[in-house]
């Protein structure tokens, strides 16, 4: 039986491993650390990592992003992202006029997986990441 995730289950550590498969393009992966920290109304969450595209020097990548009690996910600017199923399962967001159709699988907790399937005219790729708890 799986368990319903909150939003404390996300602080601390956790390592990630991210791919990056393009419809068109090279394909790139990421490694790196996410770490999840007690703000006054939630939790802030912040990725640092090495990105390494085909034929093309390794650089750093960072990512920010605040969650609240609901697990309301909201990008460094305060725009609403999308909201994380408690229990796994699909989400979405529309940056028009791409489409980003979201996917989270909590079936190996404390090791987890973020699927994000996007397409659109401007955007086409899969980003599949695979969070694992540090320590």
């Given at each position: 039986?799986?368990?319903d995730r909150t939003l404390a289950d996300f602080a601390g550590a956790w390592a990630i491993e991210r791919t990056i498969t393009p419809t068109v393009?090279?394909?790139a992966r990421l490694e790196g650390t996410a770490r999840w920290v007690p703000v006054s109304d939630g939790l802030d969450y912040f990725e640092r990592g090495v990105l390494q595209m085909e034929g093309a020097a390794p650089m750093q990548a960072e990512r920010k992003y605040?969650?609240?009690t609901d697990l309301s996910v909201f990008f460094?600017?305060?725009r609403f992202f999308h909201r994380v199923p408690c229990s796994g399962g699909r989400t979405e967001?529309?940056?028009d006029p791409d489409t980003y159709?979201?996917?989270y699988d909590f079936t190996a907790w404390p090791s987890f997986n973020?699927?994000?399937?996007v397409s659109g005219p401007r955007k086409g790729y899969l980003s599949v990441t695979r969070y694992s708890r540090i320590g």
């Open positions: 039986m799986q368990t393009g090279p394909a605040h969650w609240t460094d600017d305060g967001h529309f940056c159709v979201g996917t973020v699927t994000w399937d």
